[in-house]
């Protein structure tokens, strides 16, 4: 049967105390993506509530002709979206379960625990009469407290005046505290069952954490008139990768990402390295990776000697949609098979929260600050980002009518060049390099003057690829550090013989060639990924049996392409990169480089592994192939412009979801305001009850569940329908069984699951 990957890049809001409705949600999809790799492999479900994903799966592939793989190979968090995003990468990464951290949340996430001791008021007098105003501020808030049950009425006034009466002009919220319960949730990870990886083999796991550097960092621009300026970058993004191997990342590194991103200005004090150092000193937690890790996410501070002195906040006050980091991974994913790619954003809160007083009158005082200081900068529509993941779609929608209008003439190019006796032989890996060289050589003549701007932008975008190479292997991402360093490249370019230069004019020098046999990864993945969606293309009309040799060759060979784009290559250049001397050491360094990515080697492989798998298909599949791999080199000059440069990182456009309240109707319509209690008091909500808390998470967990159940059945192909009523069914199943499975440990909103049954039936 064939396969197909539905691969999720998660990216997380922020949402202060609704943290505990997300942790519902991603705790689904992780029983999601559980549930799918076991249905992948033959394993049994590991409980009731993955039995229905795996059911649902079994059903689609039965009547879609389709397996699909559902896995989360992308998160990106800001602020409470960050925690969750953290914990949930360590669970996919390393096959930890997520299910330690609920009682965790359940426990802690309260206003009497968060604050600290000495912050707490000082006898049950102290600022008495400062209540009064706190309800009168909590309004709509402080309404709906009044018609709850009188044990949650009492614990929500108790707690909300603790925090009132606790200490002013502080952060009331005890920092070492909660570094401690972040390293003790990790440990109760560590400390449960641990299953399988969630992960195919190889496949990466990219975590963006967005950070606030409140000191910020000097950043030189690059002007006409002056030639240059200094501004201050404020933004920061703390990433981690486990490479395929899952090993996300030393815990402390963890820890520090999650504190700092959550560090809510005015309740938590500001992050920095001191708090965490001291933590791990009383826990006798070592952390051997310190100076690596800080080098790397604090370059200037680390150079200055001042890391400990860096000053971090909540990552949502200037990116609480962190898209971009997720949609720039994309360009280092493996593809084994055809992929569904989907950006699903969870938005615990979404709509407009700003009302402005009735006859349309203008804010208040305090309501335009709060609003201008906290809320407007995280309720900023995620539109610009949108358009980028449109417009790189519409890019791929172009590509594919320019390949398809093109493929006829660029056939029959090939088929004149090699006459046609030549696919009636079996195709040999000597035959398939000679083939390559042949069939590239005639597009450069047939192209013409076209040629030489298509190879200048190939050269371009390959001096691009090594000065992101060479810059990220020292740990130094910054957009200056990458033009000096391909500025450099260029220089040493430039000093080559004559008989070496790089140069197009009929075709490429001898030069040109010699580089871009050496450095052109990109050609190669484009090459390959072409042929992955021609072979898709014919599985309509052959069985799975015949392209499956094909398939695993051809997605063997990719996976060694893309671990070059990103993987080993980068770390083994490090001390070469530190210790090269400028515009001495240039020639030295790119022979390292090329040496280390060995794509001739590779190459050669790939034709082995093409040419066995090849001999053994259907003559006319074969022929079909053949074309596509040979002509490839004349749809990349017809596209490669148009692409700007990009090439094709995954196959499809990528389409967007959301998770948020207002999406999940099979229960209860109305959105957060009719389901969720957190986003009471500026969203601070969950803090003041345990009951709260409950209902947040039991709606996270259900939500999540009808969402996912909706994205996983959206990715049959439009001809293709679940029986009537499928749908609903398995979503009623997934409900109760997530009811059955909670209702022992939610004893605070036994009257909410009692309701909640009656609405699902």
Known sequence: MREKELR???????????????????????????????????????????????????????????????????????????????????????????????????????????????????????????????????????????????????????????????????????????????????????????????????????????????????????????????????????????????????????????????????????????????????????????????????????????????VLIDGSVLVNAPFRPAIDALGRRPARRQVDRRFVYIDPFPGMHFRLPGGGGHPGFFQTIIGAVSELPRQQPIRDNLEAIAARSGRIDRMQAIVAAIREDVEQEIEQLFGGTFFLDRPTAARLASWRVRAQAAAAAKAGFSYAAYGHLKVAGVIDMIAAILSEAIGDDAALRRTRMRAFIERTLAARSEGQAIAFTAGPSEGAKSFLRGFDLGFRIRRLRLLARRLTELEADHSEAQLAPVRDALYESLADYLERQGGSAHTEMADDVRSAREDEDGEQLLARLEARLDLIRLDGETDARLANALAGLPRAARRTLLLTYLGFAYFDVATLPLLQGEGLDEFDPIKVDRIAPDDATAIRSGGAEATLKGIQFLTFGAFFSRNYRENDYLWGRLHGAERMIDIAVSTLPSTIRLKPGAVAAFKRRAFLAILDEEEHRLTAIAPLITSLRREIG
């Open 8 to 310: 999720l890049a998660l990216v997380c809001y922020g949402g202060i105390s609704l943290a505990v409705y997300m942790h519902g949600i991603t705790k689904e999809i992780w029983r999601v993506v559980r549930a799918s790799r076991a249905s992948h492999e033959g394993d049994p479900p590991a409980s009731a509530v993955d039995a229905v994903y795996h059911d649902l799966l079994d059903e689609m592939a039965e009547r879609g002709g389709v397996r699909v793989r559902i896995l989360a190979d992308i998160i990106a968090g800001a602020s409470a979206g960050g925690i969750n995003g953290i914990f949930l990468g360590q669970a996919l990464s390393t096959g930890q379960s997520l299910d330690p951290l609920t009682d965790l949340w359940l426990e802690a996430a309260d206003i009497e625990s968060l604050i600290a001791p000495d912050a707490a008021p000082t006898s049950r007098f102290s600022k008495m009469w400062a209540l009064p105003f706190a309800w009168m501020a909590a309004g709509r808030s402080g309404e709906k407290v009044e018609g709850l049950d009188e044990e949650t009425r009492e614990e929500v006034r108790r707690k909300l005046g603790h925090l009132i009466r606790s200490r002013w002009f502080e952060p009331p919220f005890a920092a070492d505290d909660f570094t401690a319960r972040l390293l003790e949730a990790f440990d109760r990870m560590a400390a449960a069952p641990t299953g399988k990886r969630l992960l195919p083999p190889g496949q990466p796991l990219d975590l963006f954490v967005t950070v606030t550097d409140f000191t910020g960092q000097p950043q030189r621009l690059r002007l006409h008139s002056p030639s240059e300026v200094v501004e201050t970058e404020h933004r920061m993004v703390v990433d981690f990768t486990d490479s395929g191997d899952g090993k996300l990342a030393a815990i402390p590194e963890l820890v520090f990402a999650a504190r700092a991103t959550s560090s809510f200005p005015g309740a938590f004090p500001p992050f920095t390295v001191t708090e965490l150092d001291r933590v791990l000193g009383t826990r006798n937690q070592s952390w051997p990776e310190r100076d690596e890790f800080l080098r790397r996410v604090l370059p200037r501070h680390h150079a200055a000697g001042a890391a400990e002195k860096a």
